[in-house]
């Protein structure tokens, strides 16, 4: 599907502010379905845009189908945005053993009671969007990014958004936000044996902060400021203002 923005996620509603609309979905459940298979037959990991809730009813539907013709452990099929799910969504979600890469961004900038989504949705639905701490809690996977350049390339910003969601009841704690854009990350392409916490015998891709985001007061989040980033150790970013190595 699309976006809620330009009014093309698919949803099973109307859009609040323009009835009528339910959004658009570029394939048909059985092109998804087709798609999906000739994929996953071929060991191939999946990942597929969905926003909507009609959208992300369509392509759980399809990895269904395709793992109920072919179990398969461990293939990591993916959801990307994953933003208006239900609860029965989710609990299909972890069943399938999918992982869903979310970015907490959005809601930094349209998300609460006088954001886009609450323009686009409405009040009651508004108040749904990218329940983060429900789907880590059900034992979903879920993998942080910024869906760039829609949301500025920012890490901490996004670690920052999901602590801080709009509405409590989704806020996740710093620690499973930083998971999200580090182990959890690299466990999203299979490989968090090699990066995605810092350790012996892994990759030295690690950036260096000015403040810990797992002590600084949770408002404070977005300000800390990245001093150096290294890239299998070597250093390939520094502040001007950065302390020496």
Not at 147 to 175: E, K
Not at 176 to 195: D, P, R, S, V
Not at 226 to 235: A, I, Q, R, S
Request: charged share 25%; aromatic share 6%.
């Amino acid at each position: 599907d699309g976006s809620m923005g330009s009014h093309t996620a698919a949803l099973s509603r109307d859009y609040a502010d323009k009835p009528g609309c339910t959004g658009t979905l570029y394939f048909t459940q059985e092109e998804m379905d087709e798609f999906v298979w000739d994929a996953h037959r071929r060991g191939l990991q999946v990942s597929v845009h969905a926003i909507g809730d009609m959208a992300i009813e369509r392509i759980i539907s399809a990895y269904e189908k395709a793992l109920a013709k072919m179990p398969a452990k461990d293939r990591r099929h993916r959801i990307e945005h994953f933003e208006l799910p239900s609860q029965d969504h989710i609990a299909r979600a972890l069943r399938l053993g999918l992982i869903i890469s979310v970015q907490p961004a959005y809601e930094h900038f349209w998300g609460g009671s006088e954001g886009m989504y609450r323009l686009r949705l409405g009040e009651h639905r508004c108040c749904k969007t990218n329940p983060f701490n429900t789907m880590i809690k059900s034992g979903l996977l879920l993998i942080g990014g910024s869906d760039s350049d829609v949301t500025p390339m920012n890490p901490v910003l996004g670690i920052h958004s999901a602590v801080n969601h709009p509405f409590a009841d989704h806020r996740i704690s710093p620690l499973e936000a930083l998971k999200m854009f580090t182990i959890n990350a690299a466990a999203g392409a299979f490989a968090e044996k090699t990066k995605g916490s810092i350790e012996p015998g892994k990759a030295a891709d690690l950036a260096v902060l000015d403040k810990n985001p797992l002590e600084v007061h949770p408002g404070k989040i977005k300000d800390i400021k990245v001093e150096m980033t290294f890239k299998d150790g070597n250093m390939v970013f520094t502040r001007r203002d950065a302390c020496p190595v």
